[in-house]
């Protein structure tokens, strides 16, 4: 065995990477090393003579699959491309395509468009009510608050006219064909990442996968729960035992993310949750420096985001709008060492995103908001179907140019020629043209806003708190630590799944974390009092620094006396 494989793991990750027990269930707590856990233990059996066509990974999002393909080629020194490491959602796409070939997928632009043209003013969150009756109510029956069930109706008969699925279709579609043994996986060795995040059909699909004889292997944390507005549901993992008799549980107890003070504080504030796993969880790691700034406003709370990041910078030059010039450069005036991709902002709602994003854009700091492919995503991506390979021409050279002829939207033609040379993006080195633009095609249908975020970009990122999943960063600031954001009060508050997305914020964290909340917000044209997050009261005091802001009043000019006065 490579060397490689086991270098660095500590006693529980070492355990976990080498156990053979047929059914595993893995406690892995943010920065505990799950994804090196993953890629460690897919190459361990790759090294021992498991095929690695009968080894499936599945990851949470397209972003995780590529991280962990390239970790398990470096590991293993092997050719990653055609390894089953990806979504559930990438994996039953390609099972339909064996079965239908020239199936129709409708991704998130497609169901965005068919959205609007019912009329659903927010079609985002039309896309999740969508992907939350489908993965509760399979059969379409029920109705949910939010999205009236005529639109439901009329949306899967719109879907049903074009002979096209959704993404939710395609889980449905593949469990159906697993039961009806129209497929047959063949694996040997299955490994479920976020496991805490599957809903009930994904059980079902992973369970009758698992059922053919091969070994189940799943990790997650179920204190990181939050997708449960898409119809997931934490009980798969709290009842795994249950499940699967005889089954072995491993817990991973060191967090190499975030510092002791950090830890200590989300460790608290989730210790109020009774649907969890105890997990005793130590950072390896002294230190750690929590903020908590209270401002008068909205506006004052995005100026001091905007200072402190050119404070920690070591001072940047201060350039406005119509300064000009490139931004990077005018960086570590001061002596600091930070990095812009070093900070984070991570906030609730869009209304939010605008405001903070405005105050970047009128600072010298370069900031991109982590959001849904922009306009233009859905036609590029026709366009290219339409024009299909051209001969002699590489993947991402053919995006380029074509993105460029025919003026696609920056971000949108930055987001595919991210993807086209990426190993988890097309079919690779070697695959034939045509088989490398249609996977191509597929991975691009499959993104979710969390795969328009490119880590490597040195500009500060500003997400939801859900985006944030599965990231890190040495800053990070929680804008709207607010009751009303976190908790959100939007009908029935699940105040458990609350505080576990407050804390997936705060465990993003490498070294700083501040949580910023306003006084007062402009509501419909007026202003509001808020009140501080209830979920700060459970962090203990000693372990936060309090920052209250002031008002600034504007200073009244003496009045000039006329000349004859």
């Given at each position: 065995?490579?060397e490689?494989i086991l270098?660095?793991?500590?006693?529980a990750?070492l355990r976990?990477?080498?156990?053979d027990?047929t059914?595993v269930?893995?406690?892995?707590?943010p920065?505990s090393?799950k994804?090196?856990?993953?890629?460690?233990r897919f190459?361990?059996l790759?090294s021992e003579?498991?095929e690695p066509?009968k080894?499936?990974?599945?990851?949470?999002?397209?972003r995780a699959?590529t991280e962990?393909?390239d970790?398990v080629g470096g590991l293993?020194?092997i050719e990653v491309?055609?390894?089953?490491?990806?979504?559930?959602?990438?994996?039953c796409?390609?099972?339909?395509?064996?079965?239908?070939p020239?199936?129709?997928?409708?991704?998130r632009a497609e169901?965005?468009e068919?959205l609007?043209?019912?009329?659903?003013?927010?079609p985002?969150?039309?896309?999740e009510r969508?992907?939350f009756?489908?993965?509760?109510?399979?059969?379409?029956?029920?109705k949910v608050v939010e999205l009236?069930?005529e639109v439901?109706r009329?949306?899967r008969?719109?879907?049903?006219?074009?002979?096209?699925?959704?993404?939710?279709d395609?889980?449905?579609?593949?469990?159906?064909?697993?039961?009806?043994g129209?497929y047959?996986?063949g694996?040997?060795?299955?490994?479920?990442?976020?496991?805490?995040d599957?809903?009930p059909p994904q059980a079902?699909?992973?369970?009758?996968l698992?059922?053919?004889g091969?070994?189940l292997?799943a990790?997650?944390d179920p204190?990181?729960?939050?997708y449960a507005?898409?119809?997931?549901d934490?009980?798969a993992?709290?009842?795994f035992?249950?499940?699967?008799?005889?089954?072995?549980?491993?817990?991973?107890?060191r967090?190499y993310r975030s510092?002791?003070?950090i830890v200590a504080a989300?460790?608290?504030?989730?210790?109020?949750?009774?649907?969890?796993?105890e997990n005793?969880v130590v950072s390896?790691r002294?230190?750690?420096?929590?903020?908590?700034?209270?401002?008068?406003d909205?506006?004052?709370?995005?100026?001091?985001i905007t200072r402190e990041v050119e404070g920690l910078?070591?001072?940047l030059?201060s350039?406005?709008?119509g300064?000009g010039?490139g931004?990077?450069g005018?960086?570590?005036r001061g002596?600091?060492?930070?990095r812009?991709?070093?900070?984070?902002v991570l906030?609730?709602?869009?209304?939010q995103?605008?405001?903070?994003?405005g105050?970047f854009?009128?600072s010298?700091?370069?900031c991109?908001?982590v959001?849904?492919?922009g306009?233009?995503?859905?036609?590029?991506?026709?366009?290219?179907?339409?024009l299909g390979?051209v001969p002699?021409?590489?993947?991402?050279d053919l995006?380029?140019?074509?993105?460029r002829l025919?003026?696609?939207?920056s971000?949108t033609l930055?987001?595919?020629l991210?993807?086209?040379?990426?190993?988890?993006?097309?079919?690779?080195?070697?695959?034939?043209e045509g088989?490398?633009?249609?996977?191509?095609?597929d991975?691009m249908?499959?993104?979710?806003p969390?795969d328009?975020l490119?880590i490597?970009a040195d500009?500060?990122n500003?997400?939801?708190?859900?985006m944030?999943k599965g990231?890190e960063f040495r800053v990070?600031?929680?804008?709207?630590?607010?009751?009303?954001?976190i908790?959100m009060r939007?009908?029935?508050?699940?105040v458990e799944?609350e505080?576990r997305?407050?804390?997936v914020?705060?465990?993003?964290?490498?070294e700083?974390l501040?949580?910023l909340?306003?006084?007062?917000?402009?509501?419909?044209?007026?202003a509001?009092e808020?009140?501080?997050s209830?979920?700060?009261?459970?962090?203990?005091e000693?372990?936060?620094e309090?920052?209250?802001l002031?008002k600034k009043?504007?200073r009244r000019?003496p009045?000039q006396k006329?000349?004859?006065?």
């Amino acid at each position: 065995m490579n060397e490689k494989i086991l270098e660095g793991l500590d006693d529980a990750q070492l355990r976990a990477v080498m156990t053979d027990s047929t059914r595993v269930l893995v406690v892995a707590p943010p920065g505990s090393g799950k994804t090196r856990v993953l890629a460690s233990r897919f190459a361990r059996l790759i090294s021992e003579g498991v095929e690695p066509g009968k080894i499936l990974a599945v990851t949470f999002t397209n972003r995780a699959g590529t991280e962990m393909r390239d970790r398990v080629g470096g590991l293993a020194g092997i050719e990653v491309r055609d390894l089953d490491i990806g979504t559930l959602h990438g994996f039953c796409l390609k099972v339909l395509k064996s079965l239908r070939p020239g199936l129709t997928l409708y991704g998130r632009a497609e169901q965005r468009e068919v959205l609007r043209e019912l009329g659903v003013k927010n079609p985002e969150r039309g896309i999740e009510r969508i992907s939350f009756m489908k993965n509760r109510f399979p059969s379409g029956a029920g109705k949910v608050v939010e999205l009236d069930y005529e639109v439901f109706r009329l949306y899967r008969e719109r879907l049903e006219r074009e002979q096209a699925l959704d993404l939710d279709d395609l889980i449905l579609e593949a469990l159906s064909a697993l039961e009806g043994g129209v497929y047959s996986p063949g694996f040997t060795h299955i490994m479920v990442d976020e496991f805490q995040d599957i809903n009930p059909p994904q059980a079902r699909l992973i369970k009758l996968l698992a059922l053919g004889g091969a070994r189940l292997f799943a990790i997650g944390d179920p204190d990181q729960a939050i997708y449960a507005f898409r119809g997931a549901d934490v009980k798969a993992f709290m009842d795994f035992e249950k499940e699967w008799p005889g089954s072995e549980v491993i817990r991973l107890t060191r967090n190499y993310r975030s510092p002791e003070k950090i830890v200590a504080a989300s460790r608290a504030l989730i210790s109020n949750n009774s649907t969890r796993v105890e997990n005793e969880v130590v950072s390896t790691r002294g230190g750690g420096e929590i903020k908590l700034v209270g401002c008068p406003d909205e506006g004052s709370l995005a100026a001091f985001i905007t200072r402190e990041v050119e404070g920690l910078m070591g001072g940047l030059v201060s350039l406005t709008v119509g300064g000009g010039g490139g931004r990077e450069g005018e960086r570590d005036r001061g002596g600091g060492s930070f990095r812009f991709s070093d900070f984070a902002v991570l906030y609730r709602t869009r209304a939010q995103a605008e405001l903070i994003s405005g105050a970047f854009g009128r600072s010298s700091i370069p900031c991109h908001v982590v959001s849904p492919p922009g306009p233009g995503f859905k036609e590029f991506l026709e366009h290219l179907r339409t024009l299909g390979p051209v001969p002699g021409i590489p993947l991402p050279d053919l995006v380029e140019r074509e993105g460029r002829l025919i003026g696609a939207e920056s971000l949108t033609l930055e987001l595919f020629l991210r993807r086209a040379g990426g190993a988890g993006g097309a079919g690779g080195a070697g695959a034939r043209e045509g088989e490398e633009l249609e996977s191509f095609i597929d991975a691009m249908q499959l993104l979710e806003p969390p795969d328009n975020l490119d880590i490597r970009a040195d500009r500060v990122n500003l997400m939801t708190l859900h985006m944030a999943k599965g990231l890190e960063f040495r800053v990070v600031f929680i804008a709207g630590a607010e009751d009303g954001f976190i908790p959100m009060r939007r009908g029935e508050t699940d105040v458990e799944e609350e505080r576990r997305l407050f804390y997936v914020g705060m465990t993003r964290a490498k070294e700083k974390l501040y949580l910023l909340h306003a006084r007062s917000r402009r509501e419909w044209g007026r202003a509001e009092e808020r009140t501080l997050s209830p979920f700060v009261d459970e962090i203990p005091e000693g372990l936060i620094e309090t920052i209250n802001l002031k008002k600034k009043t504007a200073r009244r000019r003496p009045a000039q006396k006329g000349l004859f006065e």
